[in-house]
């Protein structure tokens, strides 16, 4: 049963929280890609590296021969290392970061913060406002060139699933603060 907001609670019971879903799409591929070049990008210098050193060990290169040798080999690694992971990226994230985005729901639901969303399984999670500690927005340098915020919640009980994170959330602050004042109203309803 949800909780009927009280004489001083102005909040309506059932209030929709907006994503800012295009820019949130964006930067989940950006990071994601990037997380995909970054990871490789190790295995593709090492492997560089190896085929560099092979070649100079079978020609007998010096000074700044087996230098140039070595800058050709690690690039080809990295070309190659790269190449890989925009295939792997396209093969396994490109989709998922679409779904994400377009699938992200928060609602506020009388005492409750419902989330909902889907990547490769579906999520919907109530969250009692009593047990949200902390409200706190969030951005990086990547969220930053993308124009979004994310609004972090704490929960109790601690653990990996105590943090909440919402990315994309249209005017972060104000939704913060609403969000805070909402839980102060609600949290023993």
């Known amino acids: 049963m949800i909780a009927e ?11 929709t929280i907006e994503v800012d879903r295009i820019p949130l799409r964006n930067y989940l591929r950006a990071s994601r890609l990037l997380l995909w070049i970054l990871s490789l990008s190790f295995f593709g210098v090492m492997l560089g590296l190896a085929a560099g050193t092979g070649y100079l060990e079978r020609n007998d290169l ?9 800058i050709k080999g690690v690039t080809a690694g990295l070309g190659i290392s ?9 093969i396994f994230s490109h989709r998922g970061t679409s779904r994400y985005a377009n ?7 009388g005492a409750f913060l419902r989330i909902r969303q889907h990547t490769t399984a579906r ?23 993308f124009g979004i915020h ?31 004042e909402i839980d102060r109203l609600r949290e023993n309803g």
């Open 5 to 15: 907001p009280s004489m001083k609670d102005t909040y309506p019971s059932t209030l």
């Open 62 to 70: 010096k000074g700044t021969d087996a230098i140039l040798g070595v």
């Open 82 to 90: 790269w190449a890989i992971a925009l295939t792997v990226y396209y």
């Open 103 to 109: 699938s992200l729901e928060v609602t506020v639901e």
């Open 123 to 145: 999520t919907d999670r109530k969250l009692h406002f009593r047990s949200i500690v902390d409200y706190a927005t969030y951005q990086d340098a990547l969220m930053r060139r």
């Open 150 to 180: 994310a609004l972090h919640m704490m929960t109790t009980g601690g653990g990996p699933g105590s943090l909440v994170v919402i990315p994309a959330v249209k005017n972060c602050e104000e939704v913060r603060d609403m969000l805070s």
